[in-house]
Nanobody
Framework: QVQLVESGGGLVQAGGSLRLSCAAS????????MGWFRQAPGKQREFVAA????????YYADSVKGRFTISRVNAENTVYLQMNRMKPEDTAVYYC????????????????????WGQGTQVTVSS
């Protein structure tokens, strides 16, 4: 099993920044692609960003491209999501996800591609 714990959420004004962290524990050696998703009130969960096992490949939703950056430090079993120039429409619960195929080198863009999920952290952007 793999446990994922998100942190770093909170309230920020439009135009501001936040950095989310996702700490993995347990059988972390089986994880590869990591991703961030978000779910706004009344909406379905949506893809935000993903990063490959060695960090060489990243992919972003069009809505966050150029504003958000995903990164990882494998030695610390941690994935980050740096969010800049934030907008009210970024308000959501943000979830970290991990794929449990150790040698998988690509990125996953859908929920079905991930096997483990965190509990989520609330991000609120005020206008």
């Amino acid at each position: 099993q793999v446990q994922l714990v998100e942190s770093g959420g909170g309230l920020v004004q439009a135009g501001g920044s936040l950095r989310l962290s996702c700490a993995a524990s347990g059988r972390t050696f089986i994880t590869s692609t990591m991703g961030w998703f978000r779910q706004a009130p009344g909406k379905q969960r949506e893809f935000v960003a993903a990063i490959s096992r060695n960090g060489g490949r990243t992919y972003y939703a069009d809505s966050v491209k150029g504003r958000f950056t995903i990164s990882r430090v494998n030695a610390e079993n941690t994935v980050y999501l740096q969010m800049n120039r934030m907008k009210p429409e970024d308000t959501a619960v943000y979830y970290c996800a991990a794929k449990s195929v150790p040698l998988y080198t690509a990125v996953e863009l859908t929920e079905a591609g991930y096997d483990y999920w965190g509990q989520g952290t609330q991000v609120t952007v005020s206008s």
